[in-house]
């Protein structure tokens, strides 16, 4: 396996059984040039990306400290997740990840509003998160807030679905977002995010979602749903105005039988 281009001290362009890989290992360009063999012990890495121009790019002119950082909070993930992800990855988080910490250095915060949904949703993919802030902070002295962690959170979990999308991920979160602002407008109620209440609620909205694009709805025996719009009208009403706005806005059509199950969710949330 021969050095085929240096990209930086921690990752080379390799020519390996006639095709181009990227090899990535800490020092493992160090003291190496050009058509020199790779000591195959230092690669932690190897793969072959799609976007290999683009990473180059993205390398020259990003600082080596971005890189790592951006390495070594991926090799967490994986080892977390105990999965590898998508090979993507290395460049969204990487690219992200720089723009990030120059934006913070020049004292540019960008609110996550996105931030109660991500933590219930992708609650390890937020874990890990948390971890590469403090990482990040231990590394380089540089403190981002809790909205980078739910930022990091959505690139880990795009590559998990190795055919993830993150325009997808973040659609889907910002409806499920917008669900639950109707339901505080329509409520006018304050909702503690630590609830588990709230946190069940978001939980079965992103399946709800997930099940209208599947074809598979929930199904509700006709008695208990007019059982619920009897019992709980405010609730379900709120749950009707939810769905008009999906509707509006998202052409999405939440079947009735659904109305029914988030309307519990909402009468829960209610009471509490």
């Not at 993919?125 to 980078?148: C, R, S, V, Y």
């Not at 325009?167 to 889907?172: D, G, V």
């Not at 079965?204 to 709980?232: C, N, V, W, Y």
């Not at 999405?252 to 519990?264: A, D, K, V």
């Amino acid at each position: 396996m021969k050095i085929k281009k240096i990209l930086n001290n921690n990752a080379v362009i390799v020519t390996d059984e006639n095709e181009e890989k990227i090899a990535i290992g800490g020092g493992i360009a160090f003291q190496k040039k050009k058509n020199d063999i790779v000591n195959r012990s230092k690669i932690e890495k190897l793969f072959v990306l799609k976007e290999n121009e683009r990473f180059q790019q993205l390398l020259l002119k990003i600082p080596e400290e971005h890189f790592s950082l951006s390495e070594e909070i991926i090799s967490h993930a994986e080892e977390s997740l105990g999965t590898r992800l998508n090979d993507h990855i290395h460049i969204a988080l990487t690219d992200h990840l720089s723009f990030a910490i120059e934006r913070i250095q020049d004292g540019i915060y960008l609110k996550n509003k996105l931030l109660p949904e991500i933590k219930i949703l992708y609650k390890q993919e937020f874990e890990i998160g948390l971890w590469a802030i403090k990482h990040i902070e231990k590394k380089t002295n540089i403190q981002m807030p809790i909205d980078e962690a739910a930022y990091i959170a959505l690139h880990i979990h795009t590559a998990k679905l190795q055919t993830g999308d993150m325009k997808q991920t973040l659609r889907q979160t910002a409806i499920i977002g917008e669900m639950v602002q109707t339901i505080r407008d329509f409520l006018n109620i304050e909702i503690d995010e630590d609830d588990f209440s709230y946190q069940r609620l978001v939980t079965h909205l992103r399946f709800a979602i997930s099940r209208i694009s599947s074809g598979e709805p929930h199904i509700m025996d006709d008695e208990m749903l007019t059982m619920i719009q009897k019992k709980f009208p405010t609730s379900f009403k709120c749950a009707t105005t939810v769905a008009g706005h999906l509707a509006q806005h998202f052409d999405i059509n939440l079947p009735h039988h659904e109305l029914g199950y988030i309307s519990l969710h909402i009468e829960r949330l209610r009471k509490r």
